[in-house]
Protein backbone atom coordinates (compact mmCIF):
# COMPACT_ATOMS: atom_id res chain seq x y z
CA UNK A 1 0.00 0.00 0.00
CA UNK A 2 1.38 3.29 -0.53
CA UNK A 3 2.08 5.64 2.07
CA UNK A 4 1.11 9.02 2.75
CA UNK A 5 1.30 11.76 5.56
CA UNK A 6 -1.63 14.08 6.71
CA UNK A 7 -0.56 17.74 7.16
CA UNK A 8 -2.31 20.28 9.89
CA UNK A 9 -2.45 24.06 10.23
CA UNK A 10 -4.37 24.26 13.50
CA UNK A 11 -4.90 27.99 13.13
CA UNK A 12 -7.06 30.34 15.76
CA UNK A 13 -9.37 30.92 12.99
CA UNK A 14 -8.87 28.03 10.51
CA UNK A 15 -8.38 23.89 11.03
CA UNK A 16 -6.91 23.01 7.77
CA UNK A 17 -5.90 19.89 6.92
CA UNK A 18 -4.33 17.81 4.33
CA UNK A 19 -3.18 14.55 2.91
CA UNK A 20 0.16 14.89 1.05
CA UNK A 21 2.01 12.55 -0.69
CA UNK A 22 5.66 11.92 0.16
CA UNK A 23 6.98 14.24 -2.71
CA UNK A 24 4.75 16.97 -1.31
CA UNK A 25 1.30 16.09 -3.68
CA UNK A 26 -1.67 17.71 -2.20
CA UNK A 27 -3.86 14.97 -2.53
CA UNK A 28 -6.90 15.73 -0.72
CA UNK A 29 -7.56 19.07 1.98
CA UNK A 30 -10.34 20.40 3.72
CA UNK A 31 -10.94 23.23 5.57
CA UNK A 32 -13.14 24.54 8.58
CA UNK A 33 -13.50 27.27 11.48
CA UNK A 34 -11.48 26.33 14.73
CA UNK A 35 -14.34 27.46 17.05
CA UNK A 36 -11.39 28.01 19.58
CA UNK A 37 -13.81 29.31 21.94
CA UNK A 38 -15.20 26.13 22.57
CA UNK A 39 -12.09 24.99 24.70
CA UNK A 40 -9.33 22.37 24.49
CA UNK A 41 -11.23 19.57 24.41
CA UNK A 42 -13.80 20.09 21.66
CA UNK A 43 -11.12 21.47 19.19
CA UNK A 44 -8.87 18.12 19.80
CA UNK A 45 -12.35 16.40 19.09
CA UNK A 46 -13.09 17.99 16.07
CA UNK A 47 -9.43 17.92 14.73
CA UNK A 48 -9.43 14.29 15.63
CA UNK A 49 -12.42 13.62 13.77
CA UNK A 50 -11.08 15.57 10.91
CA UNK A 51 -7.87 13.77 10.46
CA UNK A 52 -9.80 10.74 10.95
CA UNK A 53 -12.09 11.38 7.72
CA UNK A 54 -8.76 12.24 5.86
CA UNK A 55 -7.31 9.10 6.91
CA UNK A 56 -10.48 7.01 5.72
CA UNK A 57 -10.58 8.75 2.40
CA UNK A 58 -6.59 7.92 2.12
CA UNK A 59 -7.51 4.05 2.47
CA UNK A 60 -10.32 4.67 -0.41
CA UNK A 61 -7.76 5.68 -2.64
CA UNK A 62 -5.34 2.75 -1.02
CA UNK A 63 -2.80 4.98 0.62
CA UNK A 64 -1.83 4.38 4.36
CA UNK A 65 -1.10 7.19 6.63
CA UNK A 66 2.06 6.82 8.12
CA UNK A 67 2.12 9.85 10.16
CA UNK A 68 0.35 13.42 11.13
CA UNK A 69 1.94 16.90 11.50
CA UNK A 70 0.54 19.16 13.10
CA UNK A 71 1.19 23.02 13.23
CA UNK A 72 0.18 24.96 16.26
CA UNK A 73 0.79 28.88 17.50
CA UNK A 74 2.17 29.18 20.54
CA UNK A 75 5.03 28.12 22.56
CA UNK A 76 5.61 24.29 21.38
CA UNK A 77 7.85 21.81 22.69
CA UNK A 78 7.93 19.51 19.68
CA UNK A 79 10.69 17.26 21.49
CA UNK A 80 7.66 16.42 23.93
CA UNK A 81 4.82 16.90 22.18
CA UNK A 82 3.53 19.71 24.22
CA UNK A 83 1.80 22.84 23.89
CA UNK A 84 3.05 25.14 26.43
CA UNK A 85 0.77 27.86 25.82
CA UNK A 86 -0.91 29.57 22.93
CA UNK A 87 -2.13 33.01 22.44
CA UNK A 88 -5.47 31.72 20.38
CA UNK A 89 -5.96 28.82 22.67
CA UNK A 90 -6.55 30.80 26.03
CA UNK A 91 -6.69 27.15 27.87
CA UNK A 92 -4.27 25.67 26.35
CA UNK A 93 -2.14 25.35 29.27
CA UNK A 94 1.04 22.04 28.48
CA UNK A 95 -1.55 20.23 26.48
CA UNK A 96 -0.23 17.46 25.60
CA UNK A 97 -1.44 17.37 22.03
CA UNK A 98 0.53 14.72 20.64
CA UNK A 99 0.40 11.67 22.71
CA UNK A 100 -3.74 12.72 22.58
CA UNK A 101 -3.68 12.73 19.06
CA UNK A 102 -1.73 9.49 18.97
CA UNK A 103 -4.46 7.45 21.51
CA UNK A 104 -6.93 8.29 19.09
CA UNK A 105 -5.60 7.72 15.91
CA UNK A 106 -2.86 5.17 16.40
CA UNK A 107 -0.21 6.37 14.05
CA UNK A 108 2.65 8.68 15.01
CA UNK A 109 1.93 12.30 15.44
CA UNK A 110 4.64 15.32 15.58
CA UNK A 111 3.91 19.01 16.43
CA UNK A 112 5.65 22.13 15.74
CA UNK A 113 5.26 26.11 16.27
CA UNK A 114 3.01 27.48 13.47
CA UNK A 115 5.59 30.00 12.10
CA UNK A 116 8.68 26.96 12.07
CA UNK A 117 5.87 24.67 9.67
CA UNK A 118 5.68 27.62 7.21
CA UNK A 119 9.32 27.90 7.18
CA UNK A 120 9.77 23.90 6.61
CA UNK A 121 7.05 23.92 3.92
CA UNK A 122 8.29 27.25 2.22
CA UNK A 123 11.64 24.75 1.98
CA UNK A 124 10.07 21.57 0.99
CA UNK A 125 8.05 22.79 -2.18
CA UNK A 126 7.57 26.63 -1.85
CA UNK A 127 10.11 29.33 -2.14
CA UNK A 128 13.24 27.44 0.08
CA UNK A 129 13.31 24.66 -2.19
CA UNK A 130 16.92 23.13 -2.02
CA UNK A 131 17.64 25.58 0.03
CA UNK A 132 19.73 24.60 3.78
CA UNK A 133 19.50 27.53 5.70
CA UNK A 134 16.94 29.70 5.62
CA UNK A 135 14.71 32.63 7.56
CA UNK A 136 11.20 33.05 6.77
CA UNK A 137 9.68 36.21 8.14
CA UNK A 138 5.78 35.99 8.13
CA UNK A 139 4.62 39.85 8.21
CA UNK A 140 1.11 39.28 9.38
CA UNK A 141 -0.91 41.17 12.39
CA UNK A 142 2.49 40.75 13.83
CA UNK A 143 6.21 39.21 12.51
CA UNK A 144 6.66 35.66 12.94
CA UNK A 145 9.30 34.18 12.31
CA UNK A 146 10.80 30.37 11.36
CA UNK A 147 14.71 29.96 11.41
CA UNK A 148 15.74 26.86 9.31
CA UNK A 149 19.87 26.56 10.10
CA UNK A 150 20.97 22.65 8.71
CA UNK A 151 17.94 21.62 7.13
CA UNK A 152 16.52 22.07 10.29
CA UNK A 153 14.47 24.69 12.49
CA UNK A 154 16.43 25.61 15.55
CA UNK A 155 13.70 25.53 18.15
CA UNK A 156 16.46 26.80 21.10
CA UNK A 157 16.52 25.51 24.50
CA UNK A 158 12.84 26.29 25.81
CA UNK A 159 11.29 25.80 21.93
CA UNK A 160 11.31 29.68 22.11
CA UNK A 161 13.87 30.89 19.33
CA UNK A 162 12.61 32.32 16.37
CA UNK A 163 10.61 35.28 17.65
CA UNK A 164 12.31 37.67 15.06
CA UNK A 165 9.36 40.03 15.53
CA UNK A 166 10.71 41.27 18.65
CA UNK A 167 14.45 42.00 18.11
CA UNK A 168 14.70 45.56 19.05
CA UNK A 169 14.61 47.98 15.98
CA UNK A 170 14.36 51.41 17.59
CA UNK A 171 15.70 51.60 21.51
CA UNK A 172 13.07 53.85 22.77
CA UNK A 173 10.22 53.34 19.84
CA UNK A 174 7.08 51.90 19.92
CA UNK A 175 5.12 50.14 22.78
CA UNK A 176 4.98 46.90 21.28
CA UNK A 177 2.41 43.94 22.89
CA UNK A 178 5.56 41.67 24.25
CA UNK A 179 6.12 44.33 26.81
CA UNK A 180 9.43 45.78 24.73
CA UNK A 181 9.35 48.95 23.22
CA UNK A 182 10.55 49.34 19.54
CA UNK A 183 10.59 45.99 18.13
CA UNK A 184 10.73 44.85 14.46
CA UNK A 185 6.80 43.53 14.47
CA UNK A 186 5.98 47.37 15.69
CA UNK A 187 7.25 48.91 12.28
CA UNK A 188 6.89 46.12 9.57
CA UNK A 189 3.65 44.44 10.29
CA UNK A 190 0.09 44.86 9.18
CA UNK A 191 -0.11 46.38 12.66
CA UNK A 192 2.52 48.48 11.98
CA UNK A 193 2.00 50.01 8.94
CA UNK A 194 -1.55 51.49 9.98
CA UNK A 195 -0.06 53.14 12.72
CA UNK A 196 2.82 54.64 10.38
CA UNK A 197 0.35 55.94 8.28
CA UNK A 198 -2.46 57.21 11.32
CA UNK A 199 0.79 58.99 12.69
CA UNK A 200 2.22 60.98 9.02
CA UNK A 201 -1.37 61.55 8.94
CA UNK A 202 -1.10 63.64 12.53
CA UNK A 203 -3.95 66.18 12.89
CA UNK A 204 -5.52 65.48 9.31
CA UNK A 205 -6.63 61.81 9.90
CA UNK A 206 -10.25 61.73 9.40
CA UNK A 207 -10.68 59.53 12.66
CA UNK A 208 -12.34 56.97 10.34
CA UNK A 209 -10.03 53.51 9.95
CA UNK A 210 -8.21 52.24 7.97
CA UNK A 211 -6.35 48.68 6.76
CA UNK A 212 -3.35 48.04 5.35
CA UNK A 213 -5.05 46.81 2.41
CA UNK A 214 -6.98 50.43 2.01
CA UNK A 215 -2.83 51.91 2.43
CA UNK A 216 -1.20 49.33 -0.34
CA UNK A 217 -4.71 50.85 -2.89
CA UNK A 218 -4.05 54.39 -1.89
CA UNK A 219 -0.07 53.96 -2.47
CA UNK A 220 -0.69 52.36 -5.83
CA UNK A 221 -2.55 55.13 -6.59
CA UNK A 222 0.02 57.65 -6.28
CA UNK A 223 -1.15 59.17 -2.33
CA UNK A 224 1.77 60.31 -1.06
CA UNK A 225 2.14 59.65 2.62
CA UNK A 226 1.25 55.91 2.02
CA UNK A 227 3.89 55.61 -0.73
CA UNK A 228 6.35 56.87 1.97
CA UNK A 229 4.74 54.79 4.65
CA UNK A 230 5.20 52.06 2.95
CA UNK A 231 9.07 53.06 1.29
CA UNK A 232 9.52 53.54 5.10
CA UNK A 233 8.47 50.17 6.63
CA UNK A 234 10.41 48.38 3.56
CA UNK A 235 13.43 50.29 5.48
CA UNK A 236 12.48 49.38 8.89
CA UNK A 237 12.53 45.39 7.50
CA UNK A 238 16.04 45.88 5.62
CA UNK A 239 17.30 47.22 9.19
CA UNK A 240 16.19 44.30 10.74
CA UNK A 241 17.35 41.85 7.91
CA UNK A 242 20.89 43.40 7.83
CA UNK A 243 20.91 42.30 11.43
CA UNK A 244 19.94 39.07 11.02
CA UNK A 245 22.01 38.75 7.49
CA UNK A 246 25.26 39.74 9.49
CA UNK A 247 24.50 37.67 12.34
CA UNK A 248 23.64 34.28 10.39
CA UNK A 249 24.74 34.77 6.75
CA UNK A 250 21.70 32.63 5.62
CA UNK A 251 21.47 31.53 1.96
CA UNK A 252 17.86 32.64 1.94
CA UNK A 253 15.37 35.20 3.30
CA UNK A 254 11.81 34.39 2.49
CA UNK A 255 9.04 37.22 3.27
CA UNK A 256 5.19 35.62 3.77
CA UNK A 257 2.09 37.08 5.53
CA UNK A 258 -0.74 39.40 4.35
CA UNK A 259 1.79 42.31 4.07
CA UNK A 260 3.68 40.36 1.43
CA UNK A 261 0.89 41.85 -1.02
CA UNK A 262 2.05 45.03 -0.53
CA UNK A 263 5.62 43.47 -1.93
CA UNK A 264 6.17 45.58 -5.04
CA UNK A 265 5.63 49.00 -2.69
CA UNK A 266 8.16 48.11 -0.17
CA UNK A 267 11.03 45.57 -1.23
CA UNK A 268 13.46 48.24 -3.36
CA UNK A 269 13.34 50.04 0.10
CA UNK A 270 14.31 46.78 2.09
CA UNK A 271 17.16 46.17 -0.45
CA UNK A 272 18.66 49.76 -0.49
CA UNK A 273 18.88 49.42 3.70
CA UNK A 274 20.17 45.98 3.52
CA UNK A 275 23.22 46.74 0.97
CA UNK A 276 23.70 49.77 3.22
CA UNK A 277 23.82 48.03 6.06
CA UNK A 278 24.97 44.37 5.81
CA UNK A 279 28.52 43.33 5.30
CA UNK A 280 28.73 43.13 1.45
CA UNK A 281 29.34 39.32 0.70
CA UNK A 282 26.63 37.71 2.57
CA UNK A 283 24.68 40.76 1.63
CA UNK A 284 24.58 40.04 -1.85
CA UNK A 285 24.42 36.23 -1.46
CA UNK A 286 21.47 36.36 0.37
CA UNK A 287 17.94 36.23 -1.58
CA UNK A 288 15.58 38.08 -0.40
CA UNK A 289 12.17 36.25 -2.08
CA UNK A 290 8.18 36.30 -1.35
CA UNK A 291 6.69 33.17 0.37
CA UNK A 292 4.82 30.94 -2.47
CA UNK A 293 2.48 28.99 -0.48
CA UNK A 294 0.68 31.41 0.68
CA UNK A 295 -1.75 29.99 3.45
CA UNK A 296 -0.78 26.48 2.66
CA UNK A 297 2.54 26.75 4.29
CA UNK A 298 1.82 25.98 7.63
CA UNK A 299 0.06 22.54 6.75
CA UNK A 300 2.34 21.30 3.73
CA UNK A 301 5.48 22.34 6.84
CA UNK A 302 3.80 19.76 9.47
CA UNK A 303 3.26 17.35 6.90
CA UNK A 304 7.17 17.30 5.94
CA UNK A 305 7.84 17.17 9.34
CA UNK A 306 5.03 14.32 9.56
CA UNK A 307 7.13 12.80 6.61
CA UNK A 308 10.69 12.82 8.23
CA UNK A 309 8.85 11.20 11.29
CA UNK A 310 7.62 8.48 9.13
CA UNK A 311 10.86 8.16 7.93
CA UNK A 312 13.22 8.11 11.15
CA UNK A 313 10.12 5.92 13.32
CA UNK B 1 51.72 5.89 22.20
CA UNK B 2 49.46 9.01 23.38
CA UNK B 3 47.58 11.02 21.78
CA UNK B 4 47.14 14.91 21.64
CA UNK B 5 46.71 17.88 19.88
CA UNK B 6 47.91 21.40 19.10
CA UNK B 7 46.08 24.56 19.33
CA UNK B 8 47.16 27.71 17.81
CA UNK B 9 45.74 31.22 18.09
CA UNK B 10 47.49 33.16 15.19
CA UNK B 11 46.68 36.77 16.17
CA UNK B 12 47.48 39.77 14.64
CA UNK B 13 49.91 40.60 17.56
CA UNK B 14 50.83 37.13 19.10
CA UNK B 15 51.10 33.90 18.29
CA UNK B 16 50.11 31.02 20.59
CA UNK B 17 50.70 27.82 20.59
CA UNK B 18 50.10 24.99 23.05
CA UNK B 19 50.11 20.75 23.11
CA UNK B 20 46.84 19.67 24.82
CA UNK B 21 45.30 16.23 25.66
CA UNK B 22 42.21 14.64 24.92
CA UNK B 23 40.96 16.39 28.27
CA UNK B 24 42.10 19.68 27.21
CA UNK B 25 45.26 19.62 29.87
CA UNK B 26 47.68 22.42 28.59
CA UNK B 27 50.74 20.46 28.61
CA UNK B 28 53.09 23.21 27.01
CA UNK B 29 52.51 26.33 25.26
CA UNK B 30 54.47 28.64 23.69
CA UNK B 31 53.54 32.73 22.89
CA UNK B 32 55.78 35.29 20.36
CA UNK B 33 54.89 38.50 18.56
CA UNK B 34 53.35 37.01 15.25
CA UNK B 35 54.70 40.04 13.10
CA UNK B 36 52.17 40.00 10.57
CA UNK B 37 54.06 42.97 8.51
CA UNK B 38 56.42 40.20 7.65
CA UNK B 39 53.44 38.73 5.04
CA UNK B 40 52.22 35.68 4.91
CA UNK B 41 54.75 33.76 3.61
CA UNK B 42 57.45 34.21 6.64
CA UNK B 43 54.43 34.18 8.86
CA UNK B 44 53.35 30.48 7.86
CA UNK B 45 56.45 29.73 7.93
CA UNK B 46 57.13 30.64 11.45
CA UNK B 47 53.78 29.56 12.49
CA UNK B 48 55.25 25.78 10.80
CA UNK B 49 58.41 26.13 12.75
CA UNK B 50 56.61 26.90 16.05
CA UNK B 51 54.44 23.72 15.51
CA UNK B 52 57.52 21.51 14.84
CA UNK B 53 59.24 22.49 17.38
CA UNK B 54 56.24 21.62 19.87
CA UNK B 55 55.32 18.35 18.02
CA UNK B 56 58.71 17.70 19.18
CA UNK B 57 58.56 18.39 22.57
CA UNK B 58 55.51 16.04 21.77
CA UNK B 59 57.34 13.51 21.25
CA UNK B 60 60.29 14.08 23.56
CA UNK B 61 57.28 13.19 26.05
CA UNK B 62 56.18 9.73 24.18
CA UNK B 63 53.23 11.47 22.94
CA UNK B 64 52.01 11.91 19.11
CA UNK B 65 50.31 14.81 18.04
CA UNK B 66 47.18 13.53 16.10
CA UNK B 67 45.73 17.17 14.56
CA UNK B 68 46.56 20.63 14.56
CA UNK B 69 43.59 23.58 15.26
CA UNK B 70 44.59 27.12 13.80
CA UNK B 71 42.26 29.92 14.83
CA UNK B 72 42.35 33.25 12.55
CA UNK B 73 40.52 36.30 12.63
CA UNK B 74 38.95 36.96 9.13
CA UNK B 75 37.18 35.34 6.85
CA UNK B 76 37.66 31.55 7.29
CA UNK B 77 36.29 29.04 5.27
CA UNK B 78 37.26 26.13 7.97
CA UNK B 79 35.20 23.66 5.02
CA UNK B 80 38.18 24.67 2.26
CA UNK B 81 40.89 25.70 4.65
CA UNK B 82 41.19 28.97 3.10
CA UNK B 83 42.00 32.35 4.97
CA UNK B 84 39.30 34.17 2.25
CA UNK B 85 40.64 37.70 3.85
CA UNK B 86 41.95 38.85 7.35
CA UNK B 87 42.05 42.71 8.58
CA UNK B 88 45.24 41.97 9.95
CA UNK B 89 46.98 40.43 7.03
CA UNK B 90 46.72 42.61 4.60
CA UNK B 91 48.31 39.75 1.88
CA UNK B 92 46.41 37.18 2.81
CA UNK B 93 43.99 36.75 0.01
CA UNK B 94 42.67 32.83 -0.67
CA UNK B 95 45.44 31.62 1.79
CA UNK B 96 45.33 27.82 1.42
CA UNK B 97 46.15 27.56 5.00
CA UNK B 98 45.17 24.09 5.67
CA UNK B 99 47.01 22.40 2.89
CA UNK B 100 49.96 24.44 3.42
CA UNK B 101 50.56 23.35 6.59
CA UNK B 102 49.34 19.71 6.27
CA UNK B 103 51.98 19.58 3.15
CA UNK B 104 54.45 20.64 5.78
CA UNK B 105 53.63 18.78 8.96
CA UNK B 106 52.36 15.28 7.73
CA UNK B 107 49.10 15.49 10.09
CA UNK B 108 45.28 17.11 9.44
CA UNK B 109 45.11 20.59 9.99
CA UNK B 110 41.55 21.94 10.49
CA UNK B 111 41.27 26.42 10.82
CA UNK B 112 38.82 28.52 12.30
CA UNK B 113 37.48 32.15 12.40
CA UNK B 114 39.22 33.40 15.96
CA UNK B 115 36.07 34.60 17.05
CA UNK B 116 34.19 31.28 16.73
CA UNK B 117 37.58 29.19 17.81
CA UNK B 118 37.03 30.79 21.62
CA UNK B 119 33.48 30.25 21.42
CA UNK B 120 34.32 26.65 21.34
CA UNK B 121 37.79 26.66 23.97
CA UNK B 122 35.07 28.64 26.00
CA UNK B 123 32.26 25.74 25.49
CA UNK B 124 35.04 22.91 25.85
CA UNK B 125 37.29 24.11 29.03
CA UNK B 126 35.67 27.60 30.15
CA UNK B 127 32.43 28.98 30.53
CA UNK B 128 29.81 27.05 28.32
CA UNK B 129 31.03 23.58 29.84
CA UNK B 130 28.24 21.35 29.42
CA UNK B 131 26.41 23.68 27.37
CA UNK B 132 25.21 22.99 23.39
CA UNK B 133 23.78 26.51 22.63
CA UNK B 134 25.55 29.41 23.71
CA UNK B 135 26.71 32.79 22.27
CA UNK B 136 30.16 34.42 22.77
CA UNK B 137 30.58 37.84 22.63
CA UNK B 138 33.62 39.19 22.44
CA UNK B 139 34.13 42.91 23.77
CA UNK B 140 37.40 44.21 23.00
CA UNK B 141 38.34 47.06 20.50
CA UNK B 142 35.66 45.59 18.35
CA UNK B 143 32.98 43.35 18.94
CA UNK B 144 33.42 39.69 18.20
CA UNK B 145 30.48 36.92 18.25
CA UNK B 146 30.69 33.39 18.02
CA UNK B 147 27.74 31.18 17.67
CA UNK B 148 27.20 27.83 18.93
CA UNK B 149 23.94 25.64 18.56
CA UNK B 150 23.80 22.02 18.73
CA UNK B 151 27.18 21.74 20.10
CA UNK B 152 28.30 22.99 16.62
CA UNK B 153 29.89 26.57 15.34
CA UNK B 154 27.47 28.51 12.69
CA UNK B 155 29.01 29.46 9.38
CA UNK B 156 26.94 30.27 7.75
CA UNK B 157 26.61 30.29 4.05
CA UNK B 158 29.38 32.11 3.28
CA UNK B 159 31.90 31.23 7.18
CA UNK B 160 30.43 34.68 7.78
CA UNK B 161 28.05 34.28 10.30
CA UNK B 162 28.44 35.51 14.10
CA UNK B 163 28.74 39.11 13.18
CA UNK B 164 26.58 39.89 16.57
CA UNK B 165 28.63 43.30 16.94
CA UNK B 166 27.15 44.27 13.48
CA UNK B 167 23.81 44.18 14.32
CA UNK B 168 22.16 47.78 14.00
CA UNK B 169 20.80 48.83 17.70
CA UNK B 170 20.25 52.26 16.92
CA UNK B 171 19.11 52.85 12.82
CA UNK B 172 20.78 56.40 12.72
CA UNK B 173 23.30 55.75 15.44
CA UNK B 174 27.09 56.60 15.44
CA UNK B 175 29.34 55.58 11.94
CA UNK B 176 30.95 52.08 12.33
CA UNK B 177 33.87 51.25 10.50
CA UNK B 178 32.10 48.11 8.88
CA UNK B 179 29.79 50.93 6.85
CA UNK B 180 27.18 50.65 8.95
CA UNK B 181 25.42 53.03 11.84
CA UNK B 182 24.48 52.54 15.25
CA UNK B 183 26.31 48.95 15.46
CA UNK B 184 26.22 46.81 18.49
CA UNK B 185 30.13 47.51 17.91
CA UNK B 186 29.89 50.91 18.52
CA UNK B 187 28.29 51.25 22.27
CA UNK B 188 29.79 48.09 23.92
CA UNK B 189 33.36 47.85 22.74
CA UNK B 190 36.33 49.64 24.35
CA UNK B 191 36.23 52.30 21.50
CA UNK B 192 32.42 52.62 22.16
CA UNK B 193 32.70 53.24 25.88
CA UNK B 194 35.81 55.51 25.09
CA UNK B 195 33.05 57.69 22.24
CA UNK B 196 30.24 57.49 25.74
CA UNK B 197 33.06 59.24 27.72
CA UNK B 198 33.86 61.69 25.69
CA UNK B 199 31.09 62.97 24.15
CA UNK B 200 29.60 62.84 27.86
CA UNK B 201 32.14 65.42 28.59
CA UNK B 202 31.07 67.42 25.85
CA UNK B 203 32.84 70.87 25.74
CA UNK B 204 34.30 69.75 29.37
CA UNK B 205 37.10 67.51 27.76
CA UNK B 206 40.70 68.25 28.29
CA UNK B 207 41.30 66.86 24.76
CA UNK B 208 43.59 64.45 26.41
CA UNK B 209 43.47 60.45 25.24
CA UNK B 210 41.84 58.22 27.59
CA UNK B 211 41.55 54.65 27.60
CA UNK B 212 38.72 52.44 28.01
CA UNK B 213 40.72 51.15 31.75
CA UNK B 214 41.24 54.68 32.75
CA UNK B 215 37.22 54.62 32.59
CA UNK B 216 36.97 51.83 34.34
CA UNK B 217 39.06 52.89 37.20
CA UNK B 218 37.52 56.52 36.95
CA UNK B 219 34.14 54.93 37.82
CA UNK B 220 35.17 52.28 40.61
CA UNK B 221 36.70 55.88 42.33
CA UNK B 222 32.80 57.11 41.53
CA UNK B 223 33.58 59.35 38.65
CA UNK B 224 29.77 59.96 37.89
CA UNK B 225 30.29 60.57 34.28
CA UNK B 226 32.43 57.28 33.75
CA UNK B 227 29.59 55.68 35.86
CA UNK B 228 27.12 56.96 33.46
CA UNK B 229 29.31 56.08 30.87
CA UNK B 230 29.73 52.42 31.56
CA UNK B 231 25.53 52.03 32.95
CA UNK B 232 24.36 53.24 29.41
CA UNK B 233 27.40 50.92 27.69
CA UNK B 234 25.40 47.82 29.62
CA UNK B 235 22.17 48.62 28.66
CA UNK B 236 22.88 49.03 25.19
CA UNK B 237 24.63 45.73 25.45
CA UNK B 238 21.67 44.50 26.84
CA UNK B 239 19.29 45.88 23.77
CA UNK B 240 21.33 43.93 21.81
CA UNK B 241 21.37 40.64 23.95
CA UNK B 242 17.77 40.50 24.61
CA UNK B 243 17.36 40.46 20.66
CA UNK B 244 20.02 37.65 20.37
CA UNK B 245 17.93 35.54 23.77
CA UNK B 246 14.06 36.31 21.13
CA UNK B 247 16.25 35.07 18.16
CA UNK B 248 18.19 32.04 19.01
CA UNK B 249 16.70 31.29 22.91
CA UNK B 250 20.01 30.07 23.98
CA UNK B 251 21.42 28.04 27.38
CA UNK B 252 23.95 30.84 27.81
CA UNK B 253 25.77 33.52 26.57
CA UNK B 254 29.49 34.17 27.44
CA UNK B 255 31.33 37.61 27.43
CA UNK B 256 34.97 37.83 26.75
CA UNK B 257 37.73 40.62 25.41
CA UNK B 258 39.06 43.48 27.47
CA UNK B 259 35.50 45.13 28.34
CA UNK B 260 34.89 42.38 30.81
CA UNK B 261 37.06 44.07 33.38
CA UNK B 262 34.69 46.51 33.63
CA UNK B 263 32.17 43.81 34.62
CA UNK B 264 30.37 45.02 37.81
CA UNK B 265 30.30 48.26 36.29
CA UNK B 266 27.75 47.18 33.08
CA UNK B 267 26.22 43.93 34.28
CA UNK B 268 23.78 45.03 36.30
CA UNK B 269 22.49 47.37 33.69
CA UNK B 270 22.03 44.95 30.93
CA UNK B 271 20.44 42.50 32.92
CA UNK B 272 17.85 44.78 33.81
CA UNK B 273 17.65 45.40 29.92
CA UNK B 274 17.50 42.33 29.12
CA UNK B 275 14.22 41.42 31.41
CA UNK B 276 12.70 44.62 30.01
CA UNK B 277 12.66 43.49 26.60
CA UNK B 278 13.04 39.86 26.20
CA UNK B 279 10.35 37.30 26.95
CA UNK B 280 10.57 36.36 30.23
CA UNK B 281 11.29 32.38 30.11
CA UNK B 282 13.98 32.41 27.51
CA UNK B 283 15.32 36.01 29.58
CA UNK B 284 15.20 34.00 32.32
CA UNK B 285 16.84 31.06 31.48
CA UNK B 286 19.62 32.19 29.75
CA UNK B 287 22.68 32.87 31.68
CA UNK B 288 24.96 35.78 31.13
CA UNK B 289 28.25 34.98 32.83
CA UNK B 290 32.17 36.18 31.85
CA UNK B 291 34.73 33.77 30.00
CA UNK B 292 37.13 32.28 32.16
CA UNK B 293 39.57 31.30 29.45
CA UNK B 294 40.87 35.06 28.94
CA UNK B 295 43.67 35.52 25.91
CA UNK B 296 43.77 31.06 25.64
CA UNK B 297 40.26 30.49 24.93
CA UNK B 298 41.06 30.67 20.60
CA UNK B 299 43.75 28.61 21.25
CA UNK B 300 41.94 26.01 23.78
CA UNK B 301 39.02 26.11 20.82
CA UNK B 302 41.41 25.62 17.96
CA UNK B 303 42.73 22.46 19.68
CA UNK B 304 38.93 21.49 20.32
CA UNK B 305 38.54 21.47 16.61
CA UNK B 306 41.89 19.46 16.14
CA UNK B 307 40.21 16.95 18.59
CA UNK B 308 37.09 16.35 16.63
CA UNK B 309 39.07 15.92 13.63
CA UNK B 310 41.36 13.54 14.90
CA UNK B 311 38.15 11.80 16.61
CA UNK B 312 36.60 11.49 12.61
CA UNK B 313 39.40 11.48 10.43
Known amino acids: MGRVVIGVDLGGTNLRTAILSPEGELLERHKEATH ?34 VGAPGVIRGDKGIVVKSPNFPDWNNVPLKDQLEEALGVPVVIENDANAAALGEQWRGAGKGISS ?52 MYASARGIVQSYHEALG ?4 GSPITSEQIYDAARSGD ?62 TDIVPSQLGDDAGMVGAAAKALEQARTA
Do not use: Y
Open 36 to 69: AADGWARVVERLTENIKRLRDAAMGRGLEVAAVG
Open 203 to 206: NRAS
Open 224 to 285: KTAVHVMEEMGRMLGIGIASLINIFNPERIVIGGGVKEGWPLFIEATRKEIMKRAFEVPAKR
Open 134 to 185: MILLTLGTGVGGGIILDNKIWHGADGMAGEIGHMTLVPDGRPCTCGNVGCLE
